[in-house]
């Protein structure tokens, strides 16, 4: 598949160090002049897109990073719900299959949609800007104007928005009494969704006008944020904010490079080194999520939740497994000291490895034998 340049970004200017190290003020030195960035052609993924470009250029402003945006089969069918896919890949495989052939050097994604099993000859090569992690809640026109802000405000049988069963799970174990849908579509398309009137639905009969299908939208903060909506925001969910956790990587840019590509793994080193984009813990935690995430073999179709905070250099993760209908919850709690790969990777193995003793490995394999308890959730 081909992708279209939908825009370019080239910007010179002058070298202020050529020395072969890789600190911020120094970067190492890369002979090829321009590096083609792949992403989706969606106003978010391409926001996220500039932020890696943004990152890249003052560490190496003689070179340039072109943008190759494409569509992706996730984007291109905006009606199926996404468990019914049954795929870990749907927004990464046509720009990897790009990535591969030479036609681009590196992918931006957002961290959270990139299988953590990813194609031969593929890799992670940097996890950047991770400012906020949380998920939201963005109320409907006609519920802000009641002044409600949380989930906990609505009414009963209010119609909540979501296409991650990780998200259906909570609102079940949290929120029984809320009606949830599935939502697809791109940031803009689920707010319009979500503003439109529709005096004839659920929410508007009986009830006056001025309503519409949905009374909420659960979405990621840091999507609306980038998009320029983060006025949307009615209220936050985390775990210190209605015991809620996030997905994995959620939040940070993930940047997929061709493996061996040692002048690509030169230009993510740099990026990671230099503060603006995260530094080294950063890298730890999505490091330790994935492997996480990974060892459980959860994907889009299983509610595995995850929440990572320092406390000087050690991290705290806080993780769990739980079943579609809310009804079934294992979780987790952990402090690790890292200081390398390895030892990342080694703290989301343990956390996975507490996780299954809890009885994680019951709800997982109950949730892969039986897919119609996922297609009967109203959405994934």
């Given at each position: 598949m081909a992708g279209s340049t939908l825009t370019s970004t080239d910007l010179s200017l002058s070298v202020h160090s050529s020395a072969p190290t890789t600190s911020p003020l120094s970067p190492p030195t890369v002979s090829k002049t321009s590096f083609k960035i792949g992403t989706r052609t969606s106003t978010l993924a391409l926001a996220q897109t500039h932020i890696l470009i943004s990152l890249l250029t003052p560490l190496f402003p003689t070179h340039s990073f072109p943008i190759a945006a494409s569509s992706t089969s996730g984007d291109r069918n905006q009606t199926t719900a996404l468990h019914a896919f049954n795929a870990k890949s749907l927004w990464t495989e046509d720009l990897e299959t790009l990535l591969l052939s030479g036609e681009t050097d590196l992918i931006a994604?957002?961290?959270?949609?990139?299988?953590?099993?990813?194609?031969?000859?593929?890799?992670?090569?940097?996890?950047?800007?991770?400012?906020?992690?949380?998920?939201?809640?963005?109320?409907?026109?006609?519920?802000?104007?009641?002044?409600?802000?949380?989930?906990?405000?609505?009414?009963?049988?209010?119609?909540?928005?979501?296409?991650?069963?990780?998200?259906?799970?909570?609102?079940?174990?949290?929120?029984?009494?809320?009606?949830?849908?599935d939502v697809r579509g791109n940031v803009g398309t689920r707010l319009r969704k979500l503003d439109a009137v529709d005096d004839n639905s659920r929410e508007g009969e009986g009830?006056?006008?001025?309503?519409?299908?949905?009374?909420?939208?659960?979405?990621?903060?840091?999507?609306?944020?980038?998009?320029?909506?983060?006025?949307?925001?009615?209220?936050?969910?985390?775990?210190?904010?209605?015991?809620?956790?996030?997905?994995?990587?959620?939040g940070a840019v993930g940047v997929e490079v061709r493996s061996g590509d040692e002048e690509v793994g030169a230009l993510c080193e740099a990026i990671m080194k230099d503060g603006e984009g995260g530094g080294k813990k950063l890298w730890f935690e999505a490091l330790a999520e994935r492997m996480l995430l990974r060892t459980l073999e959860g994907g889009c179709s299983v509610p595995v939740g995850v929440e990572t905070q320092w406390e000087g250099e050690e991290m705290g993760m806080r993780a769990m497994v739980m079943s579609v209908d809310g009804q079934q919850e294992v979780r987790g709690y952990k402090k690790y000291k890292i200081g390398s790969r390895e030892e990342a990777e080694a703290a989301g193995l343990d956390m996975a490895s507490d996780l299954i003793e809890k009885g994680a490995e019951k709800i997982l394999g109950e949730i892969t034998l039986n897919r119609k308890i996922i297609e009967e959730s109203g959405g994934a």
């Open positions: 994604h957002s961290l959270k949609d990139m299988p953590t099993q990813l194609p031969r000859g593929c890799a992670l090569g940097a996890a950047v800007n991770r400012v906020e992690k949380r998920d939201c809640v963005v109320m409907a026109p006609w519920c802000r104007e009641r002044g409600w802000k949380g989930l906990g405000d609505l009414e009963g049988g209010s119609v909540v928005g979501t296409s991650s069963v990780r998200r259906i799970a909570q609102v079940r174990r949290l929120f029984p009494g809320l009606v949830i849908e009830k006056g006008k001025g309503r519409g299908k949905y009374a909420a939208l659960i979405l990621a903060a840091t999507g609306l944020q980038r998009v320029g909506e983060g006025e949307r925001v009615s209220s936050f969910l985390s775990w210190e904010e209605g015991g809620w956790l996030g997905a994995v990587g959620q």
